[in-house]
Nanobody
Framework: QLQLVESGGGLVQPGGSLRLSCAAS????????IGWFRQAPGKEREGVSC????????NYADSVKGRFTISRDNAKNATYLQMNSLKPEDTAVYYC?????????????????????WGQGTQVTVSS
């Protein structure tokens, strides 16, 4: 069974940090780009960051540039989103998603329809 599982969410004060993890089971992430998306209450889901299959390309939403860092460890079949200087507007459910990019040779995209598999999400709440 192909599955993505997010972890690492929680409650943090403004200015704090969290590290989200996305672990894959049932398939290897070697040929997949990984995207992180988030959905705040009452808002549409939006792209946060993505990383190419080799880790050579990354993209970030303007709202998180300089604060969030995406990385991956293919040996552990996992990707990570380090979130620093968190703000209340970062409060959302965060999802990871995987897009098969074998042979495509392009940058990762923050475009939901491109992604084939999705996790169930992890809640991040930034509040004092």
């Amino acid at each position: 069974q192909l599955q993505l599982v997010e972890s690492g969410g929680g409650l943090v004060q403004p200015g704090g940090s969290l590290r989200l993890s996305c672990a894959a089971s049932g398939f290897t992430l070697d040929y997949y780009a990984i995207g992180w998306f988030r959905q705040a209450p009452g808002k549409e889901r939006e792209g946060v960051s993505c990383i190419g299959d080799s880790g050579g390309s990354t993209n970030y939403a303007d709202s998180v540039k300089g604060r969030f860092t995406i990385s991956r460890d293919n040996a552990k079949n996992a990707t990570y989103l380090q979130m620093n200087s968190l703000k209340p507007e970062d409060t959302a459910v965060y999802y990871c998603a995987a897009e098969e990019v074998r042979g495509l040779f392009r940058e990762c995209l923050l475009y939901e329809p491109q992604y084939d598999y999705w996790g169930q999400g992890t809640q991040v709440t930034v509040s004092s």
